[in-house]
């Protein structure tokens, strides 16, 4: 069992940052990739970054790409996702999860375990 928590939403203006951490419990947490889901209000829920177990490999969907990077911290059992030069677009709840998968392009099927969620939003 994995529970995670997510923390670093809020609000910021166009071309500001914000990090996202996300605490997981369990002794197991170095054996999952970790991804950083968002959705938007009327959309569905994406992947907008992973990391593998150890770090080593990321994966991020093109309108982050240059902006966004994801890392992760196994001592401390948390991952994080720092956010640079935020768009209105980037707007969304944003979900830390947690899979037993060989690819980082996670689909929401294939999570095993989700944060509650945390609020970003960009203002123009």
């Known amino acids: 069992q994995v529970q995670l928590v997510e923390s670093g939403g809020g609000l910021v203006q166009a071309g500001g940052s914000l990090r996202l951490s996300c605490a997981a419990s369990g002794r197991t947490f170095r054996a999952y990739a970790m991804g950083w889901f968002r959705q938007a209000p009327g959309k569905e829920r994406v992947v907008v970054a992973a990391i593998d177990w150890s770090g080593a490999d990321t994966y991020y969907v093109d309108s982050v790409k240059g902006r966004f990077t994801v890392s992760r911290d196994n001592a401390k059992n948390t991952v994080y996702l720092q956010m640079n030069s935020l768009k209105p677009e980037d707007t969304a709840v944003y979900y830390c999860?947690?899979?037993?998968?060989?690819?980082?392009?996670?689909?929401?099927?294939?999570?095993?375990?989700w944060g509650q969620g945390t609020q970003v939003t960009v203002s123009s």
């Open positions: 999860a947690a899979a037993l998968t060989g690819t980082l392009r996670l689909a929401t099927g294939a999570i095993n375990y």
